[in-house]
């Protein structure tokens, strides 16, 4: 993807987890998350962040080459590590996370892929080829994604996205055939007897 589709999904994406989690907007965790929507292509001196931190970008583009371990699962433990072992900087450290993992999506959908298996000299890349870059299809899936979520808001809340409702229909469902989030039925009452009638007594018979 290109380097403002990373950004705008990256922002936008930000803004909708820093919302649902009842955080006030912050400007300094929303630049955090757009470094951190740009950080795996520091791997590539002609990048956005490349151009910016040219000697480093040099550096690492040299000994791991485009697309290596930036781009690998290697990278994201790396980052859930440090977020560990420096939890008091969190506010930092989870918008730049959030950031960089819409990177990787936004990579996976493109032909090239991901080789999250990285550092297997035979690596793989893995990758679900439904965006083109600079093409079309990321511009549309870019403007839909980040329209979504910005109108949230403004709206004080997000539509549902198609599959939301599927999903939530299916959670149903297995609660209910689980006996799950309602009370266990107990046998069914007993009518009411009927009370005997006062003042009527029986003929006695014989």
């Keep these: 993807m ?3 589709s990373h950004i705008i999904v990256g922002g936008a994406t930000w ?9 006030p907007f912050d400007a300094a965790a ?3 998350a757009i470094l951190g929507s740009l950080a795996p292509d520091i791997d590539h001196p002609k990048s956005t962040l490349g151009q910016w931190v040219k000697p480093l970008s040099l550096l690492v583009s040299a000994i791991f080459g485009h697309r290596g371990i930036t781009h690998s699962t290697l990278a994201i433990a790396a980052c859930l590590w ?3 072992e420096h939890a008091a900087y969190s506010h930092i450290i989870i918008p730049f996370l959030v950031g960089y993992l819409t990177h990787l999506a936004g990579d996976l959908l493109t032909p090239a892929g991901l080789p999250l ?6 690596r793989r890349n893995f990758a679900l ?3 083109k870059t600079g093409g079309f299809s990321e511009q ?37 055939y ?26 006695l018979r014989g």
């Excluded at 009370?183 to 003042?199: D, I, M, Q, T, Y």
Aim: glycine share 12%; charged share 15%.
């Design 2 to 4: 290109m380097a403002s």
């Design 15 to 23: 803004f909708y987890v820093s919302t649902r989690l009842g955080m």
């Design 30 to 32: 929303f630049g955090v």
């Design 82 to 84: 440090f977020l560990h």
């Design 117 to 122: 298996l990285w550092p297997i000299k035979r």
């Design 129 to 131: 080829p439904i965006l």
């Design 140 to 176: 549309l899936a870019v403007t839909l994604l980040a329209g979504w979520m910005i109108s949230g808001l403004f709206q004080g809340g997000w539509p549902p996205l198609p599959f939301e409702r599927p999903w939530r229909s299916v959670v149903a469902a297995a609660q209910g």
């Design 178 to 203: 689980f006996g799950e989030g309602k009370e266990v039925a107990g046998p069914p009452p007993l009518p009411p007897r009927k009370p005997p009638e006062a003042g009527r007594n029986r003929p």
